[in-house]
Each structure stands twice: as C-alpha cells, then as structure tokens.
C-alpha cells in the first residue's frame, strides 16, 4: 500500500453507493462492483460508513454489534469477500469505528437497563439536580458526591440501583413502555424519583426540570435522556438512540479494542475513528453558561492517552487511520497526528466548514466568508506543518452539504467551480479525501418538502426552527442548504431511472430521492469527456503521485489581502508549486499592486478551465500547449504574465530551481 502522504482516499457512504439487489438501499455486494471503478479513478484507500448492526436511527451510527453486518447491507462472507478483492486490486480498506457512543440497542445497553452493574458502567450516568424555574441549579450537583462515576472507572455504578429493576427500564421519552420508577434504592441524599404512581407527563416534567447539566445534544435537545427506574440520567451527545460510552472504564477500552482487533485480522488497511475527540469526559459536570457543553468534553482530559493506548495495543500503529474531530483546536490536533505521539496519522477538522455559519450557528445562514477561510486554512495547514503534523484534506462528507453548491456556483460555473475547488483541496499539504459523487460533482439534493428528508438531525431542526417562529418555507429554505441529506442522495452512475445506483427494474424505490440532474451529472457520461471533472479529478489524483512537491513540499500561503483568490507555494527541494483559485465567478486581477504574476518558463501543472478554451486568453498570457487535459501532459508556458483569473479559474504553476 502506497505511502499516505502521497495517497488519495476515497468515501463510500454505504447506504447511496450502490445497490445490487434493487431493495432500494446500497449494499457491499454494490460496493464489490464498483471496485474497479475505484482502481481506475487512482485513489488508494477507500473509506466505508458502518455497516454494522444498527437500529439505523443515525443511519448507522447507532451501531447495535460492532461484530456484525446489518442485513441491509449483506452479509460477513459479502464484507469478506470485498476485502479480498479490494486488496487484490490494491485498494486499502477503512472502516468506521464508532466508539464515542453505542446505540441504545446494544446489548451492553441493554444490559446496563436490565440494572447490571459492570455494564452501567460501560456509559455515562447522573443523578437528577434541582433547578429553579429559570434552570440554576438549587442544590450542589451530584458532581461532586458522585464525582463523576465515569471518572473514576473503578466505582460501583450499582451502588444506589435495585438491581432487579424490570429488565426493560424505561426511558423518559418512552413511558409509553413504562411508568414504573424505582426510587426503593436510592442514595439519602439523591433527589427522589417522581412517584411511583405519576403520569408519563409528570415523569417527562421532572426528566425536563432536573437534568444534571444544561448540554445540548448536537442533535438538538438535552443531552440526557432520564431513565426513571434508575432515577437517572444517561448521557448522548447525540441522538438519545445513541449513549455515550465510559472511557474511563478500562473495560469498555478493552472491548473497543477488540473491535479493531477483529476487523483488522479480516485484512482491514486503516480506520476511520467517528467523533473520537469527545470520548473523554470531564472531571465533573458542570452547566456550560458560555456554550452548549462543548467546551467541557471536547479534546478532554484523558483522550491523548486513550487513543495511544488503543493504537499500541491494537498495532494499528503503521495503518492508516484518521480521527474525526469535533469542535477541535490546532494544538490537539498537532498532538493528534503527529507522529511522536503515536495516535493517529492524521484528523479532519471542520472549522473551515463553517464560514458560511452567521454567528457559528449552522441554521443559521450567510454567505460564505472568504477572508476568513483563507484565515483558516492558513493557520491549520501552515499550523500542522510546524508542529510536524498532518492533515485530511477534504471539502465534502456525508455530514456535509454538497461544497459545490455551496461554495461555487452550480447554475452557471457549475463544471469550473467544482474543478476549482477541488484543486484548492487537492494540491495542499495532506491526504485529500473524496466523497462520493464530489469527482463528477454532484450537487445539493434540491429537495422541496420535509418528506423528502431522512436525517434524524434535519427532521429535529425543522421542528426546532418552526417552533422558534420560522415559517415551513424559510425552515424548509435553511434545510435545504444545510442538510446533511444533501450529501446523502444516490450515487449517480448513469442517466438511467434510478441513476444507475438500483437496478431500472427494481420494485422497490431508492431510501431517498434522486436529483434531476442525474441527466448530465453521472459516471456514464462523464467517462468518455476528457474535460469532465471526473477527468480532472484523474490528473489530481495522478498529479500527487507523480509530484513528490504534492505530496511532501511545505506550504505557506501568499497574498493574504486578496478576498477573492486563495493563493499558496509548495516548496521542496529548490522547486516550487504555486497554486492560485479564483473563488468568484467573475475575472479576478491577480497580484495587481505587483503588476501580476511572473510566471516565466514556469510549467502549468494543471489548470481548471479545460485546455482547448485556455489557449488565447484575453489577457495576453500564454495559453498552455494544447496538450489532452486528461493526458497528464505536461503543459509549459513560455509567457509570462500572469495578471488575471478567470471565473473559478485554478492554476498550478511548477517553477524549477
Ligand atoms: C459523526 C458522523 O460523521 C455523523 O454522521 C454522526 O451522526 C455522528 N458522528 C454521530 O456518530
């Protein structure tokens, strides 16, 4: 397997890759056809969304059974047997490990509700608070009577539990399956339990008025989900379907590593680690009167040591492995992914994902703010090359709308946009990622009612933006831009019925509706186009491996007043990369206070709008060498001025030494 510095990985969102049996739902065996699709588009690594056992309440980040795949997908001979021909075919596989949280489903879950000891403590769990109406705090939490069970690892979490509760302890939200609370074993000083007789609605009134902090669940809510028989609270940073597991408990260490084991004895080459930057929780918990609760769990305490202890004790070491970090800063992040540390070879990070968030906030909406994303993208891969570390590089994922529809323009610059930014990505310093669907780029979904909407996050924040006073349409407006199903719909392989993603005669309809543009935006078409982005993104992907400066120069970036162009220099070696984008759709000055840009006897590596229309520009500068853009020729300008971009224009300029 090639080195991941000059390697290329590609995303499978497992669901919308492709489905072989027509049920509607992708599946492994879709994959395994796509495989040599994948060998032919050059990318190295290929990284696969769970596929495991799961309620698929968060499409399958509610994993039930790390050991098992969900039927829907297939089966364990179908995953083993795309291993194999992914590994035949040279193709490193990455799976998603999900280790923040478990799904309400597992059977350690189940197990900690039935009132087990040793797997109550496998999660996180609080006693009720008293607040007054306002929500302050009355009483001293129980944080520092408890101080934090979790913390501590060793502490008894039964203590205080009747552990002959019903086997099915009910949750606040649903007592439909139970009223029944147990208050017979709780600690004198613990607030008692509502009584044993109270409605569900006085039961949901106490669960809403005690809750141990005020965190909100990314999802939207609180972040605790009541359970009364216990008369306490479980922890989900996410969905309540999906509750925190207890890191400090080396036990649950144990079993997570395990996983690993078993799925890398399978011929597995890497991992993806899900939110693993919040798998550390504090000391004590505490109302976040600035924030949501973020800042007291993310980067926490222990996580530096929790993730070198399972990358030594799984040997994943040498494998490719990425973390995702939520909300993370540079410093963990250089800790994160350099190689000293020994944790992981390299992070995303999404502050760059949120320029176009007004006031942070993702429902909220703006345009996307230039200036400040270059600001970011300055400090983070300026950042991570000082403290000797690296980065995933990537515009799209399946969290993500579509980077085209929301950073270019897909109505009128829709092939010279998606072009453009895939060379910003693709020529920095780090691994780039591709999600699927980005290389012919797909668009926003374009969806025109909530029911075209699966996400469990879309579905709460429409309900949550129309209980704020929005109205159905500008709800449905800011969900359309922010979705994540955006990123979601199926693969476009041909301009067939389903788009090529289920067969034509299939019975049954795919999960989630196809765009339209399925028409002119697919694999089929843009196979045979030389100038197609699929193309384009060929020669970058090949580009990386063929330029050692790709992949190994160092990089700053240049002209930081421009608002309208990001520029940078690779460097390796006496050579030079420069690399100039035009985010706008309109022609861009480039370097006018100097007159622009000298660019004699330099070679254009690459440039986004095709060749056949670069030659005679209206700018007097050279026109490449007419060369095939999908050829991987070598372009060579003998001109020398560069003093303009055209709309959505990128170029990369190699200067000899
Ligand atoms: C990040 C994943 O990418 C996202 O899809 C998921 O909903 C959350 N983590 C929770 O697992």
Same mark, same amino acid.
């Given at each position: 397997m090639s080195d991941f510095r000059n390697s290329t990985v590609y995303q499978i969102y497992v669901k919308s890759f492709c489905d072989s049996n027509g049920d509607g739902i992708g599946d492994l065996n879709g994959i395994r056809s796509k495989l040599p699709y994948l060998k032919n588009l050059g990318v190295d690594y290929v990284w696969l969304t769970p596929f495991f056992r799961s309620p698929m309440n968060d499409n399958g980040y509610d994993v039930a059974d790390y050991y098992s795949v969900n039927p829907m997908f297939g089966t364990m001979d179908d995953a083993d047997a795309m291993i194999r021909e992914a590994n035949e075919l040279g193709l490193g596989l990455m799976f998603d490990m999900v280790f923040n949280h478990t799904s309400t489903e597992h059977e350690w879950f189940k197990k900690a509700l039935a009132g087990d000891p040793t797997y109550m403590d496998y999660y996180i769990w609080k006693d009720p608070v008293n607040r007054d109406a306002d929500g302050h705090i009355l009483t001293p939490t129980d944080s520092d009577r408890d101080s934090d069970r979790a913390a501590t690892g060793s502490a008894n979490t039964a203590s205080g539990l009747d552990t002959n509760?019903?086997?099915?302890?009910?949750?606040?939200?649903?007592?439909? +399956?139970?009223?029944?609370?147990? @208050?017979?074993?709780?600690?004198? $000083?613990?607030?008692?339990?509502?009584?044993?007789?109270?409605?569900?609605?006085?039961?949901?009134?106490?669960?809403? @008025?005690?809750?141990?902090?005020?965190?909100?669940?990314?999802?939207?809510?609180?972040?605790?989900?009541?359970?009364?028989?216990?008369?306490?609270?479980?922890?989900?940073?996410?969905?309540?379907?999906?509750?925190?597991?207890?890191?400090?408990?080396?036990?649950?260490?144990?079993?997570?590593?395990?996983?690993?084991?078993?799925?890398?004895?399978?011929?597995?080459?890497?991992?993806?680690?899900?939110?693993?930057?919040?798998? @550390?929780?504090?000391?004590?918990?505490?109302? $976040?009167?600035?924030?949501?609760?973020?800042?007291?769990?993310?980067?926490?305490?222990?996580?530096?040591?929790?993730?070198?202890?399972?990358?030594?004790?799984?040997?994943?070491?040498? +494998?490719?492995?990425?973390?995702?970090?939520s909300s993370t800063s540079l410093a963990n992040c250089i800790r994160y992914a350099n190689p000293a540390s020994h944790e992981l070879k390299m992070v995303f990070s999404f502050h760059h994902l949120k320029v176009d968030y007004k006031n942070g906030q993702k429902w909220e909406l703006m345009a996307p703010d230039f200036r400040k994303l270059r600001e970011l993208f300055t400090e983070w891969q300026e950042g991570m090359e000082k403290g000797g570390a690296w980065n995933a590089v990537f515009w799209n994922n399946h969290d993500q709308p579509r980077a085209n529809?929301?950073?270019? $323009?897909?109505?009128?610059?829709?092939?010279?946009?998606?072009? +453009?930014?895939?060379?910003?990505?693709?020529?920095?310093?780090?691994?780039?990622?591709?999600?699927?669907?980005?290389?012919?780029?797909?668009?926003?979904?374009?969806?025109?009612?909530?029911?075209?909407?699966?996400?469990?996050?879309?579905?709460?924040?429409?309900?949550?933006?129309?209980?704020?006073?929005k109205s159905p349409e500008e709800a449905l407006h800011i969900i359309g831009e922010r979705s994540r199903d955006n990123g979601r719909t199926p693969m476009q392989w041909t301009a067939g019925r389903y788009a090529g993603f289920m067969p034509d005669d299939a019975k049954h309809e795919p999960w989630i509706g196809i765009p339209d543009n399925k028409d002119h935006i697919n694999v089929a078409v843009e196979s045979h186009d030389s100038a197609s982005i699929l193309s384009y993104y060929k020669k970058l992907i090949r580009l990386r491996k063929e330029y050692e400066i790709i992949a190994d120069g160092s990089i700053r970036f240049t002209d930081p007043e421009n608002e309208n162009i990001i520029s940078y220099v690779r460097e390796l070696g006496g050579r030079k990369l420069h690399v100039f984008c035009n985010l706008r759709g309109a022609e861009e000055p480039l370097l006018a206070n100097a007159g622009g840009f000298d660019a004699t006897g330099m070679q254009r590596l690459i440039d986004s709008i095709e060749d056949e229309t670069c030659a005679g520009r209206s700018d007097g500068t050279a026109g490449n060498d007419g060369a095939d853009a999908a050829s991987g020729a070598k372009d060579s300008t003998d001109a020398v001025l560069l003093t303009k971009l055209r709309p959505y224009e990128a170029v990369a300029l190699l200067e000899e030494n």
């Open positions: 509760v019903s086997e099915s302890a009910k949750t606040a939200s649903n007592l439909e +399956m139970s009223t029944g609370s147990t @208050s017979s074993a709780q600690p004198s $000083d613990q607030i008692p339990a509502p009584a044993p007789n109270a409605s569900p609605e006085e039961i949901r009134a106490f669960a809403a @008025s005690h809750v141990p902090t005020n965190w909100v669940s990314k999802f939207g809510g609180s972040a605790w989900e009541y359970v009364p028989a216990f008369n306490k609270y479980y922890l989900h940073l996410f969905d309540k379907t999906q509750a925190d597991l207890n890191w400090e408990n080396p036990r649950v260490r144990e079993e997570l590593k395990n996983v690993i084991r078993f799925w890398k004895a399978k011929g597995l080459k890497g991992f993806r680690f899900d939110v693993v930057n919040l798998i @550390s929780k504090p000391a004590v918990f505490e109302d $976040d009167f600035e924030g949501d609760g973020r800042r007291f769990y993310t980067d926490g305490r222990h996580v530096h040591e929790f993730l070198r202890e399972l990358a030594e004790d799984t040997g994943i070491a040498d +494998m490719m492995t990425v973390g995702e970090m529809s929301r950073f270019g $323009d897909v109505t009128h610059y829709w092939k010279e946009s998606s072009k +453009m930014l895939a060379t910003l990505i693709h020529l920095m310093r780090g691994t780039p990622y591709i999600y699927e669907g980005e290389e012919i780029g797909m668009t926003n979904a374009g969806f025109t009612s909530i029911d075209q909407y699966r996400d469990v996050e879309s579905i709460n924040y429409y309900r949550i933006l129309t209980n704020e006073g």
